[in-house]
């Protein structure tokens, strides 16, 4: 299908809540059990990270491949200090309309370094993510086996507590 | 979807897409959906387990959680 048929969907799906969630139930439920690390560190003194799915990247980045029917999953590297006007969105799989025009609704970067100067998290981490939901087939195997890992050992090597995972 | 794939700990907020932590622009909002899923980070006590936050868009009265004192 033309990203232009991709765009017109999803500006419907987004528009009609019952089509999303007829959508998910012809989805393949997760394998095995529900991953569990018990939340030991108090907010207060925590490193807080963001990974969204919204397709936001940095705008000197390369965009996400829309051109793929299986999705990109692949992910970018997201300085904590970038101003919101150095971020840009590449998914043609939802309607980002308002997250062209405020990040925050799908990335809540700056709500997170307001949190953190008024000491109700440690700090903001010093890398987030951002990758592309709307992943199937090999890129979904790719996302699972290659770029979920790889982002996992980022944030750790980063020394990060938590993670806010966001869908578009 | 969150029933299907879901992560350790899962906030569920009836936003539309692309819009989950608020409205463009509201910055208190999108702060009040913030606050509410760090503070169920540590509230969660069992893999997978989803809390459902009461906002309704527009209809909801947000309060700032950086007013407040921790």
Same mark, same amino acid.
């Given at each position: %299908?033309?990203?232009?048929?991709?765009?017109?969907?999803?500006?419907?799906?987004?528009?009609?809540?019952?089509?999303?969630?007829?959508?998910?139930?012809?989805?393949?439920?997760?394998?095995?059990?529900?991953?569990?690390?018990?939340?030991?560190?108090?907010?207060?003194?925590?490193?807080?990270?963001?990974?969204?799915?919204?397709?936001?990247?940095?705008?000197?980045?390369?965009?996400?491949?829309?051109?793929?029917?299986?999705?990109?999953?692949?992910?970018?590297?997201?300085?904590?200090?970038?101003?919101?006007?150095?971020?840009?969105?590449?998914?043609?799989?939802?309607?980002?309309?308002?997250?062209?025009?405020?990040?925050?609704?799908?990335?809540?970067?700056?709500?997170?370094?307001?949190?953190? *100067?008024?000491?109700?998290?440690?700090?903001?981490?010093?890398?987030?993510?951002?990758? %592309?939901?709307?992943?199937?087939?090999?890129?979904?195997?790719?996302?699972?086996?290659?770029?979920?890992?790889?982002? *996992?050992?980022?944030?750790?090597?980063?020394?990060?507590?938590?993670?806010?995972?966001?869908?578009? | 979807?969150?029933?299907? #794939?879901?992560?350790?700990?899962?906030?569920?907020?009836?936003?539309?897409?692309?819009?989950?932590?608020?409205?463009?622009?509201?910055?208190?909002?999108?702060? #009040?959906?913030? #606050?509410?899923?760090?503070?169920?980070?540590?509230?969660?006590?069992? #893999?997978?387990?989803?809390?459902?936050?009461?906002?309704?868009?527009?209809?909801?009265?947000?309060?700032?959680?950086?007013?407040?004192?921790?």
């Amino acid at each position: %299908m033309s990203r232009r048929w991709n765009q017109l969907l999803s500006w419907i799906y987004t528009r009609v809540p019952a089509l999303p969630r007829r959508y998910a139930v012809g989805m393949d439920a997760l394998a095995g059990a529900v991953p569990w690390t018990p939340a030991a560190v108090p907010l207060e003194q925590a490193s807080v990270a963001l990974v969204t799915l919204a397709g936001v990247h940095l705008r000197g980045q390369p965009a996400f491949d829309m051109t793929r029917s299986e999705g990109d999953a692949s992910f970018r590297v997201i300085p904590a200090a970038v101003p919101a006007g150095d971020l840009t969105i590449t998914h043609d799989y939802y309607d980002h309309a308002a997250a062209d025009r405020d990040p925050n609704v799908v990335f809540p970067l700056a709500r997170l370094h307001e949190f953190a *100067a008024a000491r109700r998290i440690g700090r903001v981490a010093p890398r987030h993510v951002g990758a %592309m939901g709307h992943v199937l087939g090999a890129e979904e195997r790719r996302l699972v086996g290659e770029s979920a890992p790889a982002i *996992a050992r980022l944030l750790k090597a980063d020394g990060v507590d938590y993670v806010v995972l966001s869908p578009g | 979807m969150l029933l299907k #794939a879901p992560a350790p700990r899962n906030v569920l907020v009836r936003f539309r897409l692309g819009e989950i932590f608020g409205e463009a622009g509201h910055a208190l909002q999108q702060r #009040a959906i913030l #606050a509410d899923a760090l503070a169920a980070l540590l509230a969660i006590r069992q #893999a997978g387990a989803i809390v459902e936050l009461p906002y309704r868009w527009k209809r909801s009265v947000y309060v700032d959680p950086l007013a407040r004192p921790s």
